[in-house]
């Protein structure tokens, strides 16, 4: 089991940055692959990025490719995602997944945190 819970999202401007923090509680939270989705009003939530349980593989979704950078610090099990350049259709709540693998994790996780809110203005 692990518990995750987001934290730093908020209001920007277009153009600007954000940076999302996961915290990952539980004993075997290190061992866990991490990655982010988001939900848009009236859309589907979809994946945005992935990383392993080292750190030493990440995978994004084309929309974010090279404006979003996933990394994870397991001294603290905290994920982050800092969001660069940002868009008006970046605008969505920002959801942290966990689960055993990439694949698992990008696809069909099983622990999901509650979410935060991210606004783009133009």
């Known amino acids: 089991q692990v518990q995750l819970v987001e934290s730093g999202g908020g209001l920007v401007q277009a153009g600007g940055s954000l940076r999302l923090s996961c915290a990952a509680s539980?004993?075997?939270?290190?061992?866990?692959?991490m990655g982010w989705f988001r939900q848009a009003p009236g859309k589907e939530r979809n994946f945005v990025a992935a990383?392993?349980?080292?750190?030493?593989?990440?995978y994004y979704a084309d929309s974010v490719q090279g404006r979003f950078t996933i990394s994870r610090n397991n001294a603290e099990t905290t994920v982050y995602l800092q969001m660069n350049s940002l868009k008006p259709e970046d605008t969505a709540v920002y959801y942290c997944?966990?689960?055993?693998?990439?694949?698992?994790?990008?696809?069909?996780?099983?622990?999901w945190g509650q979410g935060t809110q991210v606004t783009v203005s133009s």
């Open positions: 539980g004993r075997t939270a290190r061992l866990y692959a």
């Open positions: 990383i392993s349980r080292s750190g030493g593989s990440t």
């Open positions: 997944a966990a689960d055993g693998s990439m694949l698992e994790v990008r696809t069909t996780p099983s622990y």
